[in-house]
């Protein structure tokens, strides 16, 4: 009788193994890197060169502005993407006409590439020919165009929103996984006991999906702090600093000042925010929180 | 009428790019080694690209091109991971800004050692500020894809209604913008403003130098963080019109186009060619108001820049790839400059080949987007930048403290500070080395 628990290592260790190659050697290599001098204009000096990177960037006059947007945009996108992935996919769940349309239409921002979604927004932002100030207009709503991606605040929330809309999809997908795990008939006692919506959603429903919605606030807080495709393609870290987040930081360290020993630094420093971010979330759990699941799944 | 001249000029330059290579001598067939180059260029027209290497293999039946194109904003990153990577990597688009670097890096292979006969005998043939552009510590590492400058642009119907006179300083240009604000224009200038972007830089120093003045001293010091320095006095001027909100941005040349083409603004500051496509007749709008004004200022001068084809280090480290790489570029930038010419007839693409400015066909396909004495004026003024080993990191540390000061983030006073502060520890840390 075939039984996974008889060879435990050799089951974990083909996974393990692709983890180490294309996760640990790469941290590795970034930190080796940010240890080092590695300076795009001289490839043949690669000196040691201990924190200076760290020092050098820390001290910048881009580091602690990067690191501010990154927590603020990270606090303020990742419990919007959740939300609105629960209340979409509470939505779709219900019979309506062209549900399975609309189910579809929900999903493709999923799929479409960072600066696809990028190119996307700057239609609508665009203070000239945009959609959005056209609309406004029309509406009677302004008189003269919002300049949304070069004021430093409007171009935050401009940013923020298309990274919301990029993510909500992935967390709908996974809630209406979580929402199809419910029997129907508890929904029917809970009418029956005359439980109104928000009851039957605090007593019925928010019991099946919060160990889902605690793992899709770590994913999304992960996807804010290192997100870099939709910030580069919108507004390019401006106007200013306004939109610079840390990962675009790595990039302007490493191929803009050529100076790939600093751009480490700040990749390092990221994995190593992102790594505790996600042991503080995790201690943060109440410890009970997957007790539900893991007795389903014995 | 304007559309068929242009057809017709561009007709005109293929057919005599064709007759050209037809009728060159061209080494046999067995001579030339068997090999693929890899060229790498950025993705503008690369229709025109295509068809220009398909004629190169036409006429060299033992050399193959393999064509790898990146987007503009993302073309620079992409060289740099191609040679750190060690990427197989041959015949590239250098620019004037990326040179010193990669040239002193190593990566890119001088052409006087390569063809020093040819390279020689081209010089002559090349205007001054494009052999400044393409040479690095005394070896040209180049020859010329395009060479242009950039330029004010105007809407000259805009300013006849308005019955404002063309504006020749930027004190002019804010009035002329003020003027036409009350008159109900919401934002007359609109401005490429994307930081990341080389474009960013180099726009703002053709203000500089219209006028007449420069970032730095004949030692190369960093001067413009000096409250009189004409740097400092224009991102001054860019601050105040940005808040008196008489400037739209756009984030790309692109979007520039269709911006001036919707007769919500009236100046702007673009290179040459974007002059070509906004009187382009076969799909702008407001094709034909548009027209060139010598640059702001006291001095009425620009900055002048070249693009340029270059042979990598590691191409010429192999003799096959050195010898294919070398008529490869020799092709496309060498005489009788027929690939040039058609860029010039079918794009408004600059040139830096001397002789392409008295070809009738080059001469009468401009007229129909450009005065040509007020280009040549503008030209003949233009002159290039301080390219140092140090410019593109320094300027992409810079480029965003000047955009903080233009949207009145942060003080002109501390971005000039920092800027220059920045300029003279990178080029003491040079010095050191």
Request: hydrophobic content about 50%; cysteine-free; glycine content about 6%.
């Given at each position: 009788?075939?039984?996974?628990?008889?060879?435990?290592?050799?089951?974990?260790?083909?996974?393990?193994?692709l983890v180490a190659l294309f996760t640990v050697v790469p941290i590795g290599h970034t930190l080796w890197t940010s240890l080092h001098s590695a300076h795009f204009l001289f490839p043949?000096?690669?000196?040691?060169?201990?924190?200076d990177n760290y020092r050098k960037v820390i001290a910048g006059p881009f580091f602690v502005q990067t690191l501010k947007n990154s927590l603020l945009f990270t606090a303020i996108t990742a419990p919007v993407v959740v939300g609105l992935g629960i209340a979409t996919a509470l939505l779709l769940q219900r019979h309506f006409l062209g549900r399975a349309v609309l189910r579809s239409?929900?999903?493709?921002?999923?799929?479409?590439?960072?600066?696809?979604?990028?190119?996307?927004?700057?239609w609508v932002f665009n203070p000239s020919w945009g959609m959005l100030n056209t609309w406004l207009r029309v509406l009677g709503l302004i008189s003269?165009?919002?300049?949304?991606?070069?004021?430093?605040?409007?171009?935050?929330?401009?940013?923020?929103?298309?990274?919301?809309w990029s993510q909500v999809p992935f967390s709908v997908v996974l809630i209406m996984a979580a929402l199809s795990t419910i029997d129907p008939a508890l929904f029917e006692a809970a009418r029956i006991d005359g439980a109104n919506a928000w009851q039957?959603?605090?007593?019925?429903?928010?019991?099946?999906?919060k160990a889902m919605v605690v793992v899709l606030l770590v994913y999304n807080a992960l996807t804010a702090f290192t997100t870099y495709d939709v910030v580069y393609a919108m507004t390019g870290g401006g106007p200013g600093t306004a939109t610079s987040l840390l990962s675009f930081q790595i990039w302007r360290e490493s191929f803009s000042m050529y100076d790939f020993g600093a751009g480490s630094a700040v990749a390092f420093l990221v994995v190593a925010m992102a790594g505790l971010m996600i042991v503080a979330i995790t201690r943060a759990l109440p410890s009970d929180l997957f007790a539900a699941t893991e007795d389903e799944a014995s | 009428m304007l559309g068929m001249s242009?057809?017709?000029?561009?007709?005109?330059?293929?057919?005599?790019?064709?007759?050209?290579?037809a009728w060159s001598p061209v080494p046999a067939q067995a001579q030339d080694p068997d090999v693929t180059l890899e060229f790498v260029v950025w993705n503008y027209s690369l229709d025109t690209i295509a068809d220009n290497v398909r004629l190169f293999e036409e006429a060299n039946p033992g050399i193959k091109v393999n064509v790898t194109d990146y987007t503009w904003p993302d073309y620079h990153d992409s060289l740099v991971l191609r040679f750190r990577g060690n990427t197989q990597t041959d015949v590239i688009y250098g620019g004037q800004d990326w040179l010193p670097a990669w040239a002193a890096a190593g990566f890119l292979a001088p052409l006087n050692e390569i063809a020093p006969e040819a390279i020689e005998a081209y010089r002559a043939d090349l205007a001054g500020f494009t052999l400044n552009d393409m040479t690095y510590d005394g070896n040209l590492y180049g020859l010329p894809y395009y060479a242009d400058t950039i330029s004010f642009i105007y809407n000259q119907r805009i300013l006849n209604d308005a019955g404002i006179e063309v504006p020749t300083t930027w004190e002019e240009v804010a009035d002329a913008a003020r003027k036409l604000k009350a008159n109900g224009m919401e934002r007359p200038i609109v401005?490429?403003?994307?930081?990341?972007?080389?474009?960013?830089?180099?726009a703002f120093v053709a203000q500089v130098y219209g006028r007449g003045g420069d970032l730095f001293d004949e030692n190369g010091e960093a001067i413009f963080d000096q409250p009189d320095n004409a740097a400092f006095q224009q991102l001054s001027w860019l601050r105040d019109v940005i808040a008196d909100e008489l400037v739209a941005f756009e984030n790309h040349e692109s979007t520039i186009i269709p911006a001036m083409n919707s007769g919500n603004h009236a100046f702007t500051i673009v290179y040459n060619y974007v002059l070509a496509a906004m009187n382009n007749t076969a799909d702008q709008p407001l094709a034909g108001e548009f027209a060139l004004a010598r640059m702001p200022g006291e001095a009425q001068s620009t900055?002048?820049?070249?693009?340029?084809?270059?042979?990598?280090?590691?191409?010429?480290?192999?003799?096959?790839r050195r010898e294919a790489a070398w008529k490869f570029v020799d092709f496309m930038a060498g005489p009788p400059y027929a690939v040039a010419k058609r860029w010039a007839v079918e794009k408004g693409l600059g040139f830096g080949q001397l002789p392409l400015l008295e070809d009738e066909e080059v001469i009468e396909a401009w007229s129909s987007w450009v005065l040509m004495p007020t280009l040549q004026a503008q030209v003949e003024t233009a002159h290039g930048g301080t390219w140092k080993e140090w410019t593109a990191i320094w300027a992409a540390s810079f480029r965003p403290l000047m955009a903080q000061a233009m949207i009145g983030e942060a003080s002109v006073e501390d971005v000039m500070s920092q800027g220059a502060t920045r300029w003279n520890e990178l080029k003491a840390q040079m010095a050191a080395r």
């Amino acid at each position: 009788m075939w039984r996974s628990a008889r060879f435990p290592f050799l089951w974990v260790g083909a996974p393990l193994l692709l983890v180490a190659l294309f996760t640990v050697v790469p941290i590795g290599h970034t930190l080796w890197t940010s240890l080092h001098s590695a300076h795009f204009l001289f490839p043949d000096e690669l000196n040691w060169s201990g924190l200076d990177n760290y020092r050098k960037v820390i001290a910048g006059p881009f580091f602690v502005q990067t690191l501010k947007n990154s927590l603020l945009f990270t606090a303020i996108t990742a419990p919007v993407v959740v939300g609105l992935g629960i209340a979409t996919a509470l939505l779709l769940q219900r019979h309506f006409l062209g549900r399975a349309v609309l189910r579809s239409v929900v999903l493709l921002p999923w799929v479409l590439p960072g600066t696809i979604t990028a190119v996307l927004w700057i239609w609508v932002f665009n203070p000239s020919w945009g959609m959005l100030n056209t609309w406004l207009r029309v509406l009677g709503l302004i008189s003269s165009s919002i300049p949304w991606l070069s004021d430093p605040n409007l171009a935050f929330a401009s940013v923020a929103v298309a990274h919301i809309w990029s993510q909500v999809p992935f967390s709908v997908v996974l809630i209406m996984a979580a929402l199809s795990t419910i029997d129907p008939a508890l929904f029917e006692a809970a009418r029956i006991d005359g439980a109104n919506a928000w009851q039957r959603f605090r007593h019925v429903v928010w019991p099946a999906i919060k160990a889902m919605v605690v793992v899709l606030l770590v994913y999304n807080a992960l996807t804010a702090f290192t997100t870099y495709d939709v910030v580069y393609a919108m507004t390019g870290g401006g106007p200013g600093t306004a939109t610079s987040l840390l990962s675009f930081q790595i990039w302007r360290e490493s191929f803009s000042m050529y100076d790939f020993g600093a751009g480490s630094a700040v990749a390092f420093l990221v994995v190593a925010m992102a790594g505790l971010m996600i042991v503080a979330i995790t201690r943060a759990l109440p410890s009970d929180l997957f007790a539900a699941t893991e007795d389903e799944a014995s | 009428m304007l559309g068929m001249s242009r057809s017709l000029a561009t007709a005109g330059a293929t057919l005599s790019l064709l007759a050209t290579f037809a009728w060159s001598p061209v080494p046999a067939q067995a001579q030339d080694p068997d090999v693929t180059l890899e060229f790498v260029v950025w993705n503008y027209s690369l229709d025109t690209i295509a068809d220009n290497v398909r004629l190169f293999e036409e006429a060299n039946p033992g050399i193959k091109v393999n064509v790898t194109d990146y987007t503009w904003p993302d073309y620079h990153d992409s060289l740099v991971l191609r040679f750190r990577g060690n990427t197989q990597t041959d015949v590239i688009y250098g620019g004037q800004d990326w040179l010193p670097a990669w040239a002193a890096a190593g990566f890119l292979a001088p052409l006087n050692e390569i063809a020093p006969e040819a390279i020689e005998a081209y010089r002559a043939d090349l205007a001054g500020f494009t052999l400044n552009d393409m040479t690095y510590d005394g070896n040209l590492y180049g020859l010329p894809y395009y060479a242009d400058t950039i330029s004010f642009i105007y809407n000259q119907r805009i300013l006849n209604d308005a019955g404002i006179e063309v504006p020749t300083t930027w004190e002019e240009v804010a009035d002329a913008a003020r003027k036409l604000k009350a008159n109900g224009m919401e934002r007359p200038i609109v401005y490429e403003f994307n930081q990341e972007l080389p474009n960013f830089f180099d726009a703002f120093v053709a203000q500089v130098y219209g006028r007449g003045g420069d970032l730095f001293d004949e030692n190369g010091e960093a001067i413009f963080d000096q409250p009189d320095n004409a740097a400092f006095q224009q991102l001054s001027w860019l601050r105040d019109v940005i808040a008196d909100e008489l400037v739209a941005f756009e984030n790309h040349e692109s979007t520039i186009i269709p911006a001036m083409n919707s007769g919500n603004h009236a100046f702007t500051i673009v290179y040459n060619y974007v002059l070509a496509a906004m009187n382009n007749t076969a799909d702008q709008p407001l094709a034909g108001e548009f027209a060139l004004a010598r640059m702001p200022g006291e001095a009425q001068s620009t900055l002048g820049f070249t693009k340029f084809y270059a042979i990598t280090a590691q191409a010429a480290g192999d003799d096959a790839r050195r010898e294919a790489a070398w008529k490869f570029v020799d092709f496309m930038a060498g005489p009788p400059y027929a690939v040039a010419k058609r860029w010039a007839v079918e794009k408004g693409l600059g040139f830096g080949q001397l002789p392409l400015l008295e070809d009738e066909e080059v001469i009468e396909a401009w007229s129909s987007w450009v005065l040509m004495p007020t280009l040549q004026a503008q030209v003949e003024t233009a002159h290039g930048g301080t390219w140092k080993e140090w410019t593109a990191i320094w300027a992409a540390s810079f480029r965003p403290l000047m955009a903080q000061a233009m949207i009145g983030e942060a003080s002109v006073e501390d971005v000039m500070s920092q800027g220059a502060t920045r300029w003279n520890e990178l080029k003491a840390q040079m010095a050191a080395r």
